[in-house]
């Protein structure tokens, strides 16, 4: 299984941005989803996760202004950011967890997430 994650950029306090990460190959029975993020000089941080039961959890700095979500397949999962701060300047990198009869990681590449203020 890979990860591609794209839709970082660059855009200004108070915007939006979605983040797409979609996996190539077989992630079939449950796995979980999660995107962490890493600003310059910090360690990495929780940002949202979603199982495929549907719940869905949020780091304390991003609720009320992020959305995980995926598409019908799957294999493919979002994070909607809206109000975006200078704070959230970081690389965001998208996790899947899938517990098969082993349970592996995967990670994404990441992707840059640039607020301006």
């Known amino acids: 299984v890979q990860l591609q994650a794209s839709g970082g950029g660059l855009v200004q306090a108070g915007g939006s941005l979605r983040l797409s990460c979609v996996a190539s190959?077989?992630?079939?029975?449950?796995?979980?989803w999660d995107w962490f993020r890493q600003a310059p000089g910090q360690g990495r941080e929780f940002v949202a996760s979603?199982?495929?039961?549907?719940?869905?959890r949020y780091g304390d700095s991003v609720k009320g202004r992020f959305t995980i979500s995926n598409d019908n397949t799957g294999n493919t999962v979002y994070l909607q950011m809206s109000s975006l701060k200078p704070d959230d300047t970081a690389v965001y990198y998208c996790?899947?967890?899938?517990?098969?009869?082993?349970?592996?990681?995967?990670w994404g590449q990441g992707t840059l997430v640039t607020v301006s203020s």
């Open positions: 996790k899947l967890v899938n517990y098969g009869s082993e349970i592996k990681d995967y």
């Open positions: 979603l199982t495929t039961g549907g719940t869905i």
């Open positions: 190959g077989n992630i079939a029975g449950i796995h979980v």
